[in-house]
């Protein structure tokens, strides 16, 4: 017998109790221009993120995480070719003007670069970089910026931080470092923290260390961050909700409890079985192949070269979205047959 299949949905998140999500992302598609034609990044997504929650952007490298994360804050080159809604509090960022955009940086939502080195310069202090970014936000006196610098290393639990004001970025550990870039990122008290892998170059201590900041920052000060990793395990620990990104699609949405105990997308499952896991002794799974060139994206769904299940139909048409419960949606046309599979 054929199993039913589920009912079409775009993949999002459950409907939230608040009628104007923080940040609304409507068929958001970003390409760049190459020799070979355009290249699509960022393909046709939707999600929705309330205030005071963390979405967790879980992917390979070249999935499309950071170009989403770009567009949203506007930083593509002026070639890019840009496509949907990136809605803020209401306010569309994507029909700004570049004046515009220039103030919401910064003011309504911030970015945590991943490399803490290339953001900061080498050639000024930590209080000189930070007192130059709230006076430019600010109508502060430079005495003035300079208290609200100490209050924000604070904030972020450096130790000793009226020394390490003082301090040039070489002199800092790499933890610290991106601590003084999280903090950067909050000079203005952005609504919305777009963090694009801060976590990778880092050590596992210091690793757990910011991301134990992370959650204190979503629960002080309420804002929606988006978290990008391609790590599980750190997206188990920092986010509420999931985005599995293939190929400049999301191929899963839901909650962090259904993305861990009831995986839809065989990619999803992938990246599951090549974790670690606590008291697992044989070796992490590698998801076999490599991810497609974006520029040239085979017919219908993207993982199926890959996919252990696919089948004709696989190759056929990209698969619609489609919701398996409350909240969850995935992009895969075996997902209502191979549930009972999932967890093994």
């Not at 000189?128 to 639990?157: K, W």
């Not at 070796?283 to 994206?297: T, V």
Request: hydrophobic residues 40%; proline residues 8%.
């Amino acid at each position: 017998m054929t199993a039913p299949r589920p009912t079409v949905a775009r993949i999002s998140p459950a409907p939230c109790t608040d009628d104007t999500p923080l940040l609304a992302v409507r068929d958001l598609t970003t390409q760049f221009p190459t020799r070979h034609g355009w290249l699509t990044a960022v393909n046709h997504i939707s999600y929705e993120l309330q205030a005071g929650r963390v979405l967790g952007v879980l992917g390979e490298s070249g999935s499309g995480k950071s170009a989403m994360l770009r567009t949203i804050l506007g930083l593509q080159p002026k070639s890019t070719r840009i496509a949907g809604e990136v809605l803020l509090d209401g306010r569309d960022l994507i029909s700004m003007s570049a004046a515009e955009r220039e103030d919401m940086r910064g003011a309504s939502v911030s970015m945590v670069f991943q490399d803490p080195m290339t953001a900061l310069d080498p050639v000024f202090t930590v209080e000189q970089q930070l007192v130059e970014t709230i006076r430019r936000h600010s109508t502060l006196s430079r005495t003035e910026a300079a208290a609200r610098a100490l209050e924000l290393l604070q904030t972020v639990q450096i130790p000793s931080p009226e020394r390490r004001l003082k301090a040039y970025p070489f002199e800092l550990s790499g933890g610290m470092r991106q601590r003084v870039v999280i903090a950067i990122a909050l000079v203005s008290n952005p609504r919305l923290l777009l963090a694009d892998e801060p976590t990778t170059a880092l050590d596992v201590t210091v690793q757990a260390r910011v991301l134990d900041l992370f959650r204190d920052l979503k629960h002080r000060m309420g804002m929606g961050i988006i978290f990008v990793t391609h790590d599980l395990a750190v997206a188990a620990e920092i986010a509420d909700d999931i985005a599995v990104m293939y190929a400049g699609r999301i191929v899963e949405f839901g909650s962090l409890d259904d993305i861990v105990r009831s995986p839809q997308h065989p990619y999803t499952r992938g990246l599951l079985e090549a974790n670690i896991r606590p008291g697992q002794h044989e070796r992490p799974e590698a998801i076999p192949g490599s991810p497609p060139n974006l520029a040239k994206l085979p017919p219908g769904c993207s993982f199926a070269p890959r996919c252990h299940v696919a089948e004709a139909a696989c190759w056929e048409a990209v698969p619609a979205a489609t919701t398996v419960a409350p909240g969850h949606g995935v992009r895969c046309l075996k997902a209502a047959v191979s549930v009972e599979t999932v967890v093994r």
